[in-house]
């Protein structure tokens, strides 16, 4: 993973098995999805076996297209033991085409269109369609996808089917266009990144709730306290205490909210301040480094640039020439030209 902001546009790569020659077609098609996901047993169902994927790594996470014919998939224990990722992670089908099956963790679910299931790499899996399918996959580091939503890693939420309506018909809705425009716009994808991952910690929010996770309570007063720091983030002055009494909580109630996220209150904000001055370089270029520092809330410049190196690794200017320099590459390539 890539260090956060550092990269204007995201890392993508396609690997179709219509590249190889027929004999090595299902070797092929492990590699690959042993290089965009983690080692599986693959097993097509029939003959002239296809599959295709279409992955970009945006560093804090990652977001594939999947299209293949029928197969059974199988992560085992063996595979498991035998693998050399640094991370577990969690993958967010959204189905696109077709039907399936996954099993993990004693739960099975439906794989269908109208539903998302969540998997973890970490565990023993299998994953069966009998029919080509279509999916849109989500890839999130797993201790910090629990962190995201404010929950305790735990199987609850593994291979259980959760319907998209409501709420999250809008989540789903993101990572659909996302995935479209990454293919055509990489560029206008990276704009809409940093809203990703608080998204798909909304999903597991959204699956936690209808499963009844005892973190809910909890879950709920963070996510209305984020969504406050949101409301407020142009102003300068607000602190623990203001966002406390905004929640109508304590001081003490607050920092228990943001316990095990990784972040404390105050380097949240921070945090979100500095993804809302990345969009504003990257699209608001005639705005001075100055002032974007105010909109976002940065009380002096000085402030401003030290956490945004901190959080990026890059200073606002270099931030915004990566970001014009990665518009003039993508123009490039797309009109050799110009």
């Known amino acids: 993973m890539s260090q956060r902001g550092a990269a204007t546009t995201p890392e993508i790569a396609t690997w179709s098995t219509q590249t190889v020659d027929a004999e090595v077609v299902v070797d092929y098609w492990r590699s690959v999805r042993r290089t965009a996901y983690v080692d599986v047993a693959p097993t097509p169902y029939g003959p002239d076996f296809f599959g295709e994927i279409s992955y970009a790594s945006y560093g804090d996470f990652a977001l594939s297209v999947k299209r293949a014919n029928g197969e059974k998939v199988t992560r085992s224990r063996v595979l ?86 409501g709420a999250l018909s809008s989540v ?45 309570p909890l879950l709920l007063q963070r996510e209305r306290a984020l969504t406050y720091m949101r409301q407020h983030l142009g102003d300068p002055d607000l602190d623990v205490d203001g966002i406390a009494v905004g929640c109508h909580v304590s001081r003490r109630t607050l920092y228990r909210l943001f316990e095990g996220t990784g ?23 005639d705005l001075a480094v100055e002032s974007i520092a105010r909109e976002v809330g940065f009380a002096s410049d000085a402030h401003f640039y030290r956490s945004f190196r901190a959080i990026t690794g890059a200073t606002p200017g270099e931030y915004r020439q990566l970001a014009r320099q990665g518009a003039a590459d993508l123009r490039a390539r797309v009109d050799p030209m110009e």
Do not use: C, W
């Open 263 to 285: 972040q404390t209150v105050m380097a949240h904000l921070r945090t979100m301040r500095v993804d809302a001055a990345q969009r504003l370089l990257a699209s608001q270029t």
């Open 80 to 165: 498991i033991s035998r693998g050399t990722e640094d991370k577990e992670y969690l993958y967010a089908l959204f189905q696109r085409r077709g039907t399936g099956v996954i099993t993990q963790a004693g739960h099975t679910a439906e794989v269908r269109p109208g539903r998302v299931v969540v998997y973890d790499s970490g565990q023993p899996f299998s994953l069966d369609y009998k029919e080509p399918y279509e999916q849109v996959v989500v890839h999130l580091p797993a201790e910090r996808a629990f962190a995201e939503a404010g929950l305790r890693p735990s199987t609850d939420l593994l291979a259980v089917p959760i319907a998209v309506d």
């Open 172 to 216: 789903s809705a993101f990572f659909q266009n996302l995935a479209a425009t990454q293919a055509a716009d990489p560029v206008g994808a990276a704009l809409l990144a940093p809203h990703a991952v608080s998204l798909a910690g909304s999903l597991l929010a959204y699956a936690a709730r209808s499963r009844d996770v005892d973190d809910l």
